[in-house]
T-cell receptor, first 110, second 113 residues
């Protein structure tokens, strides 16, 4: 079967660092995406990993281990505007379909 | 350059009514997708299209039909709406396969009474 697991909710403090984990079991693998989704809005792209390792983009970093079926999104210097849902998604072999996790709701408190 | 647009933004239907959701894109992308998003379940793929005149079923296609007569438009139809189809519907596009993110429309919030 195909499954993507990520925590339902997390809370962190403004200025801190938070790591959101994602584990996946899919029938094929052709890349892992992280999206940010504010309440009532569409998802927006944050990062893409297809090879093992860390991809850094400003305050956001994403890590992938294909052998472990594991990824994490690291958010540094948290800001109140980072309060949102973070979606982990895996594109399958062939590239036509992307499977989404249920998302992690992050609450940033002052 | 509007990107991906969806019409309508909100709609309330009665059980058994029909409607069509329109997704339009001006980015010349080949691939288009329809998803539904329900609380606690993430985005689920309904149907998708890899080019003009082609469509294929996703994870949850029952109760929906689609058409892609023009490259820039992807229509999602509900022939006989049911309360279980109450959801937020997102259209997405991508220009090619691996490495390219999906660009999402703003969503359509549908309620079926």
């Amino acid at each position: 079967g195909q499954n993507i697991d990520q925590p339902t909710e997390m809370t962190a403090t403004e200025g801190a660092i938070v790591q959101i984990n994602c584990t996946y079991q899919t029938s094929g693998f052709n890349g892992l995406f992280w999206y940010q989704q504010h309440a009532g809005e569409a998802p927006t792209f944050l990062s893409y990993n297809v090879l093992d390792g860390l991809e850094e983009k400003g305050r956001f970093s994403s890590f992938l281990s294909r052998s472990k079926g594991y990824s994490y999104l690291l958010l540094k210097e948290l800001q109140m505007k980072d309060s949102a849902s973070y979606l982990c998604a895996v594109r399958n072999t062939g590239g036509f379909k992307t499977i989404f996790g249920a998302g992690t709701r992050l609450f940033v408190k002052a | 350059n509007a990107g991906v647009t969806q019409t309508p933004k909100f709609r309330v239907l009665k059980t058994g009514q029909s409607m069509t959701l329109l997704c339009a894109q001006d980015m010349n992308h080949e691939y288009m997708y329809w998803y539904r998003q329900d609380p606690g379940m993430g985005l689920r793929l309904i149907h998708y299209s890899v080019g003009e005149g082609t469509t294929a079923k996703g994870e949850v296609p029952d109760g929906y039909n689609v058409s892609r007569l023009k490259k820039q438009n992807f229509l999602l139809g509900l022939e006989s709406a049911a309360p279980s189809q109450t959801s937020v519907y997102f259209c997405a596009t991508t220009p090619r396969l691996a490495g390219d993110t999906q660009y999402f429309g703003p969503g359509t919030r549908l309620t079926v009474l």
